[in-house]
């Protein structure tokens, strides 16, 4: 059988899929309260860093939030007005 191509998400479906999970819903709702390191992000989730890291790449890849390093320390925040399109389509 021929395996079909993996088709590319577009940046609607890509913000749906990293709303979907709640942990990252989570994440969001803690960096509402402006910036904070990812292993501040972390800390409340019981799973090792890298696998939380995943989420905060996903996050990322979907334009909800962007990261910067300061030294060794990751700093995530909000990245505002990405959500737009899912609003939009929303409404």
Request: proline residues 8%; charged residues 25%.
């Amino acid at each position: 059988g021929s395996s079909m191509p993996k088709p590319r998400l577009s940046n609607i479906d890509r913000v749906y899929v990293a709303l979907s999970d709640p942990t990252r819903r989570a994440v969001l709702t803690k960096l509402l309260e402006g910036p904070s390191t990812c292993s501040d992000l972390g800390r409340p989730f019981s799973m090792a860093l890298p696998s939380f890291m995943q989420h905060i790449d996903m996050l990322e890849d979907a334009g909800l939030i962007s990261s910067y390093k300061t030294g060794r320390v990751r700093i995530c925040k909000l990245t505002v007005g990405k959500a737009k399109p899912a609003e939009e389509w929303i409404k």
